[in-house]
């Protein structure tokens, strides 16, 4: 049945035994402690335990509303008025917009690029989207350049350029928004046309939607037998996304990324929606940006790509970011082409790092390299510090963080700092992490870098969680007390497989093993004699034996009648450590005292088995 409740902020629904709160964004304290029915007090107080302070009157994010309501027994159904390209989401990227606006002097702006991600659910299409969209420009435009995946690229369509993160798959997305960089403007969600909207179509909907970015729906294999353009709209319809054709404000393009057809399309309606969203940059600001991806290759150290966010990169800045800085050296397009500057929305490999920077770390230029570096130096011993006091909790815990961490203790993560005697072996390492599947662990290589492991090396590790993996290499003086004191695990290898079987065994071990139960004797009870206290069973082993504190079940025909351990053995008069098949034994059981004749004691041993990956 549903009931509604006259409050014209909230309305309350039940589906069964479902209670749903109907309410609009922004959601207000207050408004929400009444929505479910508590004192504003107890949600501030609920939200302090997640680490979130807010008042009465200030809004809560939409996902910390959804835990709280959670606890309450409340589901929530968050109206934005049509969809992620609503009103309210527009507003509020406006407000950011304009935030950043006014900090440059408005007479600078320029129209800049749209940035665009593509999600969807695993084979509905993604990377061949991002290649069909490439091959596309790459006919149209100068052919021949070789294309290097970098993380993002840019093409240019009707005379003006897009940027693309070719990184698909949400886990990249996420990873870049926990770390609070929202460096996309539109994401083009894929969904095939035979399979509809799967798990991960609604995960990574909700993701776009969570991060007010411009939606746009691409369905994609319009070529095969049994694609269903209607069905994905009205899934869409469902889903509170309706596309613009049924009167919604999803845009909807029908594409083959097989065949190369409905891209144009694409194309315009992304660029149709960068209009809409009047993106702009000030290229005369100082470069600031976002990494999207790092790695040490060879010949070059550390390469980091990044897309410039503000400003104009140039060959010869000096950045920092994070603990890591760089005097830019050389700056690289997809195609590798030699660039001399980077405009905003561009992505470009940068090239002059000091190590490899966290994909979603912001950078900034500064100065010069001398104060690029002291910043870093900072940071580095901040990072330290950190590692190094007792509680290494950090203090300010953003939300993103905070659900980024409880997410990973859900989905069990093994980090690992690696480290080689030369790049090549890096590469190997890499690739025989990278070819242990599992769907319960995930593997995150943290960095990689060549050379001793380092004392450095154990403070990042304990600050960053991490186990040190050391290939063909030692350990420098001192490291091993160190790592002993903060708790750091450190594997040296000289066999590869070997490494690949230990991390193997390590990302196991993160699960709960099973448990298995070993029989490992039967005794019948013969007859029952009174105690002090209770009574005993005088058994006949029958089979394996009976150790004392050996796990007991009692079983009485089919029935087990109680479980528990086997407190008191007996052989005559004595205590007995063990009593084997053929003996007879007196056997109490901990707080039991029913025995019957012809009552069955199994005994069991539990064994922890390694959980399989
Ligand atoms: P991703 O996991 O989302 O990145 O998906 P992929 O791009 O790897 O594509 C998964 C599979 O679908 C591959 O075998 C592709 O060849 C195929 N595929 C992708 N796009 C199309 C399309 O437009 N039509 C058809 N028939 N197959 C496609």
Redesign the pocket.
């Known amino acids: 049945g549903v009931q509604t409740c006259a409050l014209p902020i909230f309305s309350v629904t039940t589906e069964g035994d479902i209670k749903i709160i109907h309410l609009k964004p922004p959601i207000v304290v207050r408004d929400f402690a009444t929505a479910l029915g508590l004192k504003p007090f107890k949600v501030i107080s609920e939200m302090m335990e997640m680490g979130i302070f807010a008042s009465m009157t200030q809004s809560i994010d939409e996902t910390v509303a959804s835990k709280i309501a959670e606890k309450h027994g409340f589901l929530l159904d968050i109206k934005h008025r049509g969809d992620a390209t609503t009103q309210q989401a527009q507003k509020e990227k406006d407000k950011d917009k304009a935030k950043a606006a006014a900090e440059d002097e408005s007479k600078f702006l320029v129209p800049r690029p749209p940035v665009v991600c593509i999600l969807?659910?695993?084979?509905?299409?993604?990377?061949?989207?991002?290649?069909?969209i490439r091959k596309a420009n790459v006919a149209a435009g100068e052919a021949g350049g070789i294309t290097q995946h970098i993380g993002a690229y840019q093409i240019e369509f009707n005379s003006r350029k897009i940027t693309f993160l070719d990184t698909?798959?949400h886990a990249a997305f996420q990873k870049m928004r926990a770390r609070g960089a929202s460096v996309t403007d539109i994401a083009v969600l894929?969904v095939?046309a035979d399979d509809g909207f799967m798990p991960q179509t609604d995960e990574a909907l909700k993701h776009a939607q969570d991060a007010k970015v411009t939606l746009l729906v691409a369905v994609?294999?319009?070529?095969?037998k049994g694609a269903n353009l209607d069905q994905v709209k009205a899934q869409m319809q469902q889903r509170n996304i309706p596309p613009v054709d049924w009167g919604g404000e999803v845009e909807v393009v029908p594409?083959?990324?097989?065949?190369g057809t409905g891209i144009p399309e694409l194309l315009e309606m992304i660029q149709l929606q960068a209009d809409v969203l009047e993106l702009k940059a000030n290229p005369k600001a100082p470069a600031s940006g976002v990494v999207i991806e790092s790695q040490i290759d060879v010949g070059r150290g550390p390469v980091a790509t990044v897309i410039v966010q503000r400003g104009t990169l140039k060959v010869g800045d000096a950045i920092v970011c994070g603990p890591h800085w760089a005097k830019v050296r050389a700056l690289f397009d997809d195609q590798g082409n030699n660039l001399k500057e980077a405009l905003p929305a561009t992505p470009v490999r940068v090239i002059g790092w000091s190590g490899t920077p966290d994909s979603g770390a912001q950078f900034k230029a500064v100065k010069n390299a001398r104060e690029a570096e002291g910043l870093a130096e900072e940071e580095q011993q901040k990072q330290r510090k950190a590692a190094t006091s007792a509680d290494a909790a950090p203090k300010e815990v953003s939300v993103e963080t905070l659900f980024a961490n409880i997410a990973a203790t859900q989905q069990k993560t093994l980090k690992v700092i690696i480290k080689t005697d030369v790049f090549g072996s890096s590469e190997a390492v890499r690739n025989v992490l990278e070819g242990i599947k599992s769907t319960k662990v995930s593997l995150e290589i943290v960095s990689t870098d060549v050379g001793l492991v380092t004392k450095n090396d154990v403070l990042m590790a304990s600050a960053a969680g991490t186990l040190i993996l050391g290939f063909n290499t030692k350990l420098e003086n001192g490291v091993t007390p160190l790592a002993k004191h903060h708790g750091v695990r450190i594997e040296t290898f000289s066999i590869i497989y070997e490494l690949g079987d230990k991390v193997r065994e390590m990302m196991a071990d993160l699960l709960e093993p099973d448990i298995k139960e070993i029989k490992t004797g039967a005794a019948e009870v013969r007859a029952t004699f009174p105690l002090a206290k209770g009574f005993v069973a005088g058994c006949l082993v029958t089979e394996g034996k009976v150790n004392r504190n050996a796990t007991a079940r009692l079983r009485r025909g089919r029935e087990i009648v109680h479980e528990g351990k086997v407190a008191t053995l007996k052989r005559f008069k004595d205590d007995a450590n063990e009593v084997r098949a053929g003996l007879e034994c007196g056997i109490k059981l901990d707080d039991f005292n029913g025995y019957q004749v012809g009552d069955v004691i199994e005994c069991f041993e539990i064994q922890k088995v390694r959980a399989a990956l």
Request: aromatic share 0%; charged share 20%; hydrophobic share 40%.
């Open positions: 969807g659910h695993v084979d509905h299409g993604k990377t061949s989207l991002l290649d069909a698909p798959g894929v095939a994609n294999k319009m070529d095969v594409v083959s990324a097989l065949k």
